[in-house]
């Protein structure tokens, strides 16, 4: 079985990845193994076989099985704060995906919306965003692709992808086991057994986790209170308690049946079961009569992080995933055939407002979703010349969704009585198929020089239903408007890319590439009535993209050096904006988006490995249409076209340190890891409300590691940054007495400040 000896390493450049290998057996083999930065085996060209990523000519970000251990990292959001230009964020909805990569992704929480950034488990696109936010206990690998992706990605993406590859079936058993155990109620599990059924024949696995924890957020931060009109005893109504616990079962079996020396067929299931607590939000913009003796008399601390709910929340998300895999190979090159299924189903209920008031929850009962994806692909790799190779293939997918949401909101910020209530409810449905055909050639006009060319048709058709969000007749959900709407809308799009690429020397390449990326139409299934302005769909946004890359490795090995320049046209942009409390979908904007991403590695001396990563983006609108920027009823092009886009810094950074030795007389080997990400300033909303500072993250770990074991401590957000996730800004309009009803909430980024202890055994 292979031993690595290093911690996570952030990948190079526009394709960085690569890995650490070594063993124990004596310090020669450990010098040797030490001398070279190994690479990682990657599949984002779907070629017949994989290839390293620093010979594929796309920025990649991959990381294995031993560089997610490595860095503790749980899940996608935290796989994100690693890799440059790229922010995998949940909306404060739990199990959203809102990813966003070079300044393009999914804001918000409408679930009609497809995701900007393709996420793929074992080839099969996951098309609605919900579960999304894939833990990687199980992982095999991750890859996060930047920049559109369109050729050979499953659905199209504007932004880029994400894909991630399952652990498979051994030829020898293997067990794994870890344990994490941690502040706030910390208690994981992880287990694996792989190996032989049937000789060489059949070969199975099947992991299992359970994941536990009470929760990091403190759920009162103070504040003061004053006696007030309608809260005449002055007193804190907040809950005082632990949130965002969450209790998580995931069991991934997997079967291959290797018919042939040629034929294997893989049988992928997982089932993923989460329980927990609401939204974590935090109160940052405040409506200006709020701390009134008027009104609540309620002054929050808006410089710290902790929230303050006055009502209990929860979630339950239940996934079902089963992927058929069938790959051929022949002489001129391998057939593959992946057969998906997914099934989601979702509930929640939460304290919106991040204050110890009703001004906004989601309650019991109403908020839930329930959706069906099936998916076929099929392409052929070829591998019959090393000068022509090509590769073609077909997808077709049906998505079916159900859903509804219910709000209740308080009179403060409807201009009313604070003690009235307000319910809304809205129900909604969408069927859609995506037709697709694929290509990609590469030819070689000489050795070191090769030239490429791919395209995707695409064809989309949707049917969506909705019965808007309006206001009840009673605040117990009675008396709501019954009148559905329905609208179809298809769309077909080809998109194409180009590229060169030169192989310089053996550890030097360049490239550059054009291409377009394609996000679907969209309808909107939070409308707030039946104009056809908010029923009909958004027209599809595209993009189109020049990117120049260099990838060398040099120093014997020890260095590593990827650097890539982009600039992007983004058109027709979909947004939604909160306005008088409302989303409304339309494509408002045309932008520009440029940006430099840079990733460093160096092995000065034996053991000590530094690396990271800098990305720059600059993005800017040329255009904002229909936007009423000040909320004064007028729409304002000049004030729009100067807003930054929301979730997106400037800059974004990471940098790592680790050391492994061995003490004289000890068998054991030690290593001493520590990071830093970082994020510069940047707006969570689209209207500019709510700013986001720039922050951040001190991670460390100290482990030892024996034969088939590691042991170790751990630690997290050390400095207890707090980080803003997904943002909300509502804006009102005019309200009680005048005052001007802005609420801005953010939801936590990232966990409070965690540290635990770690065991991982494998056989």
Same mark, same amino acid.
């Given at each position: 079985?292979?031993?690595?000896?290093?911690?996570?390493?952030?990948?190079?450049?526009?394709?960085?990845?690569?890995?650490?290998?070594?063993?124990?057996?004596?310090?020669?083999?450990?010098?040797?193994?030490?001398?070279?930065?190994?690479?990682?085996?990657?599949?984002?060209?779907?070629?017949?076989?994989?290839?390293?990523?620093?010979?594929?000519?796309?920025?990649?970000?991959?990381?294995?099985?031993?560089?997610?251990?490595?860095?503790?990292?749980?899940?996608?959001?935290?796989?994100?704060?690693?890799?440059?230009?790229?922010?995998?964020?949940?909306?404060?909805?739990?199990?959203?995906?809102?990813?966003?990569?070079?300044?393009?992704?999914?804001?918000?929480?409408?679930?009609?919306?497809?995701?900007?950034?393709?996420?793929?488990?074992?080839?099969?696109?996951?098309?609605?965003?919900?579960?999304?936010?894939?833990?990687?206990?199980?992982?095999?690998?991750?890859?996060?692709?930047?920049?559109?992706?369109?050729?050979?990605?499953?659905?199209?993406?504007?932004?880029?992808?994400?894909?991630?590859?399952?652990?498979?079936?051994?030829?020898?058993?293997?067990?794994?086991?870890?344990?994490?155990?941690?502040?706030?109620?910390?208690?994981?599990?992880?287990?694996?057994?792989?190996?032989?059924?049937?000789?060489?024949?059949?070969?199975?696995?099947?992991?299992?986790?359970?994941?536990?924890?009470?929760?990091?957020?403190?759920?009162?931060?103070?504040?003061?209170?004053?006696?007030?009109?309608?809260?005449?005893?002055?007193?804190?109504?907040?809950?005082?308690?632990?949130?965002?616990?969450?209790?998580?079962?995931?069991?991934?079996?997997?079967?291959?049946?290797?018919?042939?020396?040629?034929?294997?067929?893989?049988?992928?299931?997982?089932?993923?079961?989460?329980?927990?607590?609401?939204?974590?939000?935090?109160?940052?913009?405040?409506?200006?009569?709020? @701390?009134?003796?008027? /009104?609540? #008399?309620?002054?929050?601390? &808006?410089?710290? %992080? !902790?929230?303050?709910?006055?009502? +209990?929340?929860?979630?339950?998300?239940?996934?079902?995933?089963?992927?058929?895999?069938?790959?051929?190979?022949?002489?001129?090159?391998?057939?593959?055939?992946?057969?998906?299924?997914?099934?989601?189903?979702?509930?929640?209920?939460?304290?919106?407002?991040?204050?110890?008031?009703?001004?906004?929850?989601?309650?019991?009962?109403?908020?839930?979703?329930?959706?069906?994806?099936?998916?076929?692909?099929?392409?052929?790799?070829?591998?019959?010349?090393?000068?022509?190779?090509?590769?073609?293939?077909?997808?077709? @997918?049906?998505?079916? /969704?159900? #859903?509804?949401?219910?709000? &209740?909101?308080? %009179? !403060?910020?409807?201009?009313?009585? +604070?003690?009235?209530?307000?319910?809304?409810?809205?129900?909604?449905?969408?069927?859609?198929?995506?037709?697709?055909?694929?290509?990609?050639?590469?030819?070689?006009?000489?050795?070191?020089?090769?030239?490429?060319?791919?395209?995707?048709?695409?064809?989309?058709?949707?049917?969506?239903?909705?019965?808007?969000?309006?206001?009840?007749?009673?605040?117990?959900?009675?008396?709501?408007?019954?009148?559905?709407?329905?609208?179809?809308?298809?769309?077909?799009?080809?998109?194409?890319?180009?590229?060169?690429?030169?192989?310089?020397?053996?550890?030097?390449?360049?490239?550059?590439?054009?291409?377009? %990326?394609?996000?679907?139409?969209?309808?909107?299934?939070?409308?707030?009535?039946?104009?056809?302005?908010?029923?009909?769909?958004?027209?599809?946004?595209?993009?189109?993209?020049?990117?120049?890359?260099?990838?060398?490795?040099?120093?014997?090995?020890?260095?590593?050096?990827?650097?890539?320049?982009?600039?992007?046209?983004?058109?027709?942009?979909?947004?939604?904006?909160?306005?008088?409390?409302?989303?409304?979908?339309?494509?408002?904007?045309?932008?520009?988006?440029?940006?430099?991403?840079?990733?460093?590695?160096?092995?000065?001396?034996?053991?000590?490995?530094?690396?990271?990563?800098?990305?720059?983006?600059?993005?800017?609108?040329?255009?904002?249409?229909?936007?009423?920027?000040?909320?004064?009823?007028?729409?304002?092009?000049?004030?729009?076209?100067?807003?930054?886009?929301?979730?997106?810094?400037?800059?974004?950074?990471?940098?790592?340190?680790?050391?492994?030795?061995?003490?004289?007389?000890?068998?054991?080997?030690?290593?001493?890891?520590?990071?830093?990400?970082?994020?510069?300033?940047?707006?969570?909303?689209?209207?500019?409300?709510?700013?986001?500072?720039?922050?951040?993250?001190?991670?460390?770990?100290?482990?030892?590691?024996?034969?088939?074991?590691?042991?170790?401590?751990?630690?997290?957000?050390?400095?207890?940054?707090?980080?803003?996730?997904?943002?909300?800004?509502?804006?009102?309009?005019?309200?009680?007495?005048?005052?001007?009803?802005?609420?801005?909430?953010?939801?936590?980024?990232?966990?409070?400040?965690?540290?635990?202890?770690?065991?991982?055994?494998?056989?």
């Amino acid at each position: 079985m292979k031993k690595y000896t290093f911690p996570l390493i952030i990948l190079l450049s526009s394709t960085s990845a690569f890995a650490q290998s070594g063993g124990q057996e004596d310090d020669s083999a450990i010098s040797e193994e030490r001398r070279a930065i190994s690479e990682i085996v990657v599949t984002a060209q779907k070629a017949a076989k994989g290839e390293s990523v620093q010979k594929v000519p796309v920025a990649i970000s991959a990381f294995d099985s031993s560089a997610l251990a490595r860095g503790q990292l749980t899940n996608l959001t935290e796989v994100g704060r690693i890799s440059p230009g790229t922010q995998l964020m949940e909306p404060g909805v739990p199990g959203f995906a809102n990813f966003f990569i070079r300044g393009v992704g999914l804001v918000g929480s409408v679930r009609t919306l497809d995701p900007a950034v393709s996420i793929t488990v074992d080839g099969m696109p996951q098309e609605f965003a919900l579960g999304t936010i894939l833990d990687v206990e199980d992982a095999e690998r991750v890859e996060i692709l930047r920049g559109p992706q369109g050729i050979l990605f499953g659905r199209n993406a504007t932004g880029g992808a994400v894909s991630l590859t399952t652990k498979r079936p051994t030829n020898d058993l293997r067990i794994e086991a870890s344990a994490r155990i941690g502040n706030g109620g910390r208690f994981d599990v992880y287990g694996n057994i792989s190996g032989p059924i049937a000789g060489d024949t059949i070969l199975g696995k099947i992991s299992v986790s359970h994941k536990h924890s009470n929760g990091l957020y403190r759920d009162r931060n103070g504040g003061t209170f004053i006696p007030s009109l309608f809260n005449p005893s002055g007193t804190d109504n907040s809950l005082v308690k632990n949130e965002g616990g969450t209790d998580i079962w995931h069991i991934a079996p997997a079967l291959e049946l290797r018919a042939t020396d040629n034929l294997t067929i893989s049988l992928l299931g997982d089932y993923r079961l989460e329980k927990g607590d609401g939204l974590p939000t935090v109160l940052r913009s405040q409506p200006s009569n709020l @701390s009134s003796p008027n /009104f609540f #008399g309620y002054t929050p601390d &808006l410089n710290n %992080g !902790f929230i303050n709910h006055d009502a +209990p929340g929860d979630h339950r998300l239940e996934t079902k995933r089963l992927i058929g895999e069938i790959a051929l190979e022949t002489d001129y090159g391998v057939f593959t055939s992946i057969t998906g299924y997914r099934d989601v189903e979702y509930s929640l209920r939460g304290d919106v407002d991040g204050i110890p008031f009703t001004i906004f929850h989601f309650p019991d009962g109403g908020n839930v979703d329930d959706s069906e994806q099936v998916s076929q692909e099929l392409r052929f790799a070829s591998t019959f010349s090393d000068v022509f190779r090509f590769t073609v293939g077909g997808y077709y @997918s049906e998505l079916d /969704f159900t #859903g509804s949401e219910r709000r &209740l909101y308080g %009179g !403060f910020l409807l201009g009313l009585n +604070p003690a009235f209530r307000q319910a809304r409810e809205s129900s909604w449905e969408q069927s859609g198929t995506t037709k697709a055909l694929f290509y990609n050639i590469d030819y070689n006009i000489m050795p070191s020089l090769r030239l490429s060319h791919g395209g995707r048709y695409t064809k989309d058709k949707k049917t969506f239903t909705i019965l808007p969000l309006r206001a009840c007749a009673n605040p117990d959900f009675t008396g709501c408007q019954t009148t559905f709407a329905t609208d179809s809308g298809s769309w077909d799009d080809f998109s194409p890319k180009f590229g060169a690429e030169w192989q310089a020397t053996r550890d030097t390449l360049l490239y550059a590439t054009w291409t377009r %990326g394609y996000r679907s139409g969209n309808y909107n299934s939070r409308a707030p009535n039946l104009d056809p302005s908010n029923v009909l769909p958004a027209d599809p946004e595209s993009i189109k993209q020049i990117e120049l890359g260099l990838k060398t490795t040099f120093w014997d090995g020890r260095a590593r050096v990827n650097l890539a320049a982009f600039t992007s046209k983004y058109a027709d942009i979909q947004r939604t904006v909160i306005v008088n409390s409302f989303q409304t979908l339309a494509n408002a904007a045309s932008a520009k988006v440029k940006g430099l991403e840079a990733e460093v590695s160096v092995e000065p001396v034996n053991g000590l490995l530094l690396s990271g990563n800098i990305g720059y983006t600059h993005a800017r609108y040329d255009s904002f249409d229909g936007l009423d920027v000040n909320g004064d009823g007028i729409i304002d092009p000049e004030l729009a076209a100067d807003l930054k886009f929301e979730q997106v810094p400037e800059w974004t950074g990471f940098a790592e340190a680790s050391y492994t030795f061995s003490l004289p007389g000890v068998s054991q080997e030690f290593t001493a890891r520590t990071s830093y990400s970082y994020k510069s300033f940047a707006y969570g909303d689209t209207i500019n409300l709510v700013p986001i500072k720039a922050h951040g993250l001190l991670n460390a770990s100290f482990s030892m590691r024996g034969t088939g074991w590691t042991a170790g401590v751990y630690g997290k957000n050390l400095t207890n940054e707090f980080n803003s996730g997904q943002s909300s800004a509502f804006n009102f309009g005019p309200g009680p007495f005048g005052s001007e009803q802005k609420l801005g909430l953010v939801y936590w980024g990232n966990a409070p400040r965690e540290y635990g202890l770690e065991l991982r055994f494998e056989y």
